[in-house]
């Protein structure tokens, strides 16, 4: 999926804390409760061409309070090119989320796994 033309910002709900850990190009962010529980996480790497965001995910008892896009703005941060290509990775489910957020779609996505 391609990135939407803005991005609305809004400040971390209350009762959340944000952490950031980077290796080079490669990202993690992780959202989580005053008492240390996971309530979302993601992911994003940058190439010399794009910027792809994965993985992002929101636990079912923290949805709806903008964990989501605060994980996206998060790592959105971390783009050394700003004028690279943003992509995202999503399930079906996430699909839709992400295009009613103005994302496009570009093709689907599969995974493969070859047994050893």
Known sequence: MAAPATWSERPLASGYGLEVKSDGAAHHVRVTTLNGDVAATGYGGETTSAFVYDRIATEPEHR??????????????????KGAAEL??????????YASLGWRTLSPYATAYISP
């Open 64 to 81: 709806r309070k903008g964990l989501g896009s605060a994980v996206m703005l998060a790592l959105r941060e971390r783009r050394r090119d």
């Open 88 to 97: 995202l990775v999503a399930t079906a489910e996430g699909q839709a989320l």
